[in-house]
């Protein structure tokens, strides 16, 4: 099993884009290429990119983002957003980001789904309005189903914070194309309700890529708090995770995410903290669950 990083992990060094109406306003202290030099350092051997880190994707930006992972020895697998709200840098067409991830050597094209989901959340699983937007996204994938396997990417469909693993499911069931399967992320069940345990248990034997993470449930005055962690620090069973994605699927990579809240910190204290939560992932994934 291969272990790579999602940019996501630095974005208070700013990487990975910008999520959830927040926009870190401190400088940008990496790009994707000291990134390159930092995974091999952390001894990573690939990375999930986006579009925010390529910073263009004029082609010639895109080979050279290509060759420097080629002389790094690092997997690439891009990750784009059919609709992504909160940075726009990460939204693309299936036909853009298939030929995106095709320029970049990525085998492997990570799709948010982007839904529009009603309330209340727990009772909104295959909703008429939700199966609406999936059946549209039914029609554009068997379209681009061919130009995927034709490019050799496969599109993974993730169950982001908008999608119940079933539906993610149905989706790739309508498609039914071998270029189409899914990305099991180990967190993003709780945003819709759903336990994350089933949620992996159902979408691994069909995932072709992954973001582990870590997330701890902090309960405070007036309900609780979600907050990303280092991986074992937190609430999910990352071992059972492991042990489903290591028996149940074809997957040989795994995807560290880490989500770190910068709280008040100042931005250097901020990225030190950062850096440490990666570095805990790794080892953990290294010491702990033989990675």
């Not at 993610?168 to 336990?195: F, K, M, R, Y």
């Given at each position: 099993m291969l272990l790579g990083l999602h940019t996501y992990s630095f974005h208070l060094h700013g990487l990975g884009g910008d999520w959830g109406d927040h926009r870190w306003e401190g400088q940008r202290a990496m790009d994707l290429f000291q990134l390159m030099d930092e995974a091999a350092v952390l001894g990573l051997e690939g990375l999930h990119i986006t579009a925010a880190d390529c910073e263009s994707t004029e082609k010639d930006r895109l080979k050279k983002i290509r060759t420097a992972a080629e002389k790094h020895g690092l997997y690439l697998e891009y990750n784009f957003s059919l609709d992504e709200k909160y940075d726009r840098r990460l939204t693309n067409t299936l036909e853009e980001g298939i030929a995106i991830a095709e320029r970049l050597g990525a085998d492997v094209a990570k799709v948010s789904l982007d839904l529009k989901r009603p309330r209340p959340l727990a009772a909104s699983r295959h909703h008429p309005e939700v199966m609406r937007q999936v059946e549209d996204i039914a029609r554009r994938l068997h379209v681009a189903a061919p130009m995927a396997e034709a490019a050799g990417v496969k599109l993974a469909l993730e169950n982001h914070i908008?999608?119940?693993?079933?539906?993610?499911?149905?989706?790739?069931?309508?498609?039914?194309?071998?270029?189409?399967?899914?990305?099991?992320?180990?967190?993003?069940?709780?945003?819709?309700?759903?336990?994350?345990?089933?949620?992996?248990?159902?979408?691994?034997?069909?995932?072709?890529?992954?973001?582990?993470?870590?997330?701890?449930?902090?309960?405070?005055?007036?309900?609780?708090?979600?907050?990303?962690?280092?991986?074992?620090?937190?609430?999910?069973?990352l071992k059972r995770a492991y042990q489903i994605i290591r028996d149940k699927s074809s997957m040989k990579r795994i995807n560290i995410e880490v989500e770190l809240d910068a709280g008040t910190d100042a931005p250097d204290e901020a990225r030190r903290r950062e850096r440490e939560a990666v570095k805990r992932s790794i080892r953990y994934c290294r010491e702990v669950l033989h990675i």
């Open positions: 908008d999608s119940f693993s079933s539906e993610v499911l149905w989706l790739i069931d309508q498609v039914n194309h071998p270029s189409v399967g899914a990305c099991v992320d180990t967190v993003n069940a709780l945003l819709v309700t759903e336990d994350p345990m089933v949620a992996i248990e159902n979408l691994a034997p069909r995932a072709f890529t992954n973001h582990f993470k870590d997330h701890r449930i902090e309960i405070e005055a007036y309900g609780c708090r979600l907050t990303g962690v280092a991986l074992g620090d937190g609430d999910i069973d």
